[in-house]
């Protein structure tokens, strides 16, 4: 499957983005999909993941409240609604997907990844 994330960009501090990944190539709903992020200077850090049905969702801690997940599987897209964003949300931000039932915050289980899109959170 080839991933494509878009939405990325500068936005002031308390504002929102709204991430799109769209999917091509093997039938979407059969993948769990996730977003990771990379602030310069930082590891790869798992940010949310949902089921493939959409029924099961899962935040890292510092997003929760903030951030929602969700997914269209008719067309082939998951999105990221990114509210009250704060300068350390700033980073890459990249969706994956994998194969199999159950969603997962490592990053190692995920196969596919799209080629990232910047969020820069700065006034």
């Known amino acids: 499957v080839q991933l494509q994330a878009s939405g990325g960009g500068l936005v002031q501090p308390g504002g929102s983005l709204r991430l799109s990944c769209a999917a091509s190539g093997r039938t979407f709903d059969i993948y769990v999909m996730g977003w990771f992020r990379q602030a310069p200077g930082k590891e790869r850090e798992f940010v949310a993941t949902i089921s493939r049905g959409g029924g099961m969702k899962y935040y890292v801690e510092s997003v929760k409240g903030r951030f929602i997940i969700s997914r269209d599987n008719a067309k082939n897209t998951v999105y990221l609604q990114m509210n009250s964003l704060k300068p350390e949300d700033t980073a890459v931000y990249y969706c994956?997907?994998?194969?199999?039932?159950?969603?997962?915050?490592?990053?190692?289980?995920?196969?596919?990844w799209g080629q990232g899109t910047q969020v820069t959170v700065s006034s």
């Open positions: 994956a997907s994998r194969s199999g039932t159950y969603t997962s915050i490592r990053e190692d289980e995920y196969a596919y």
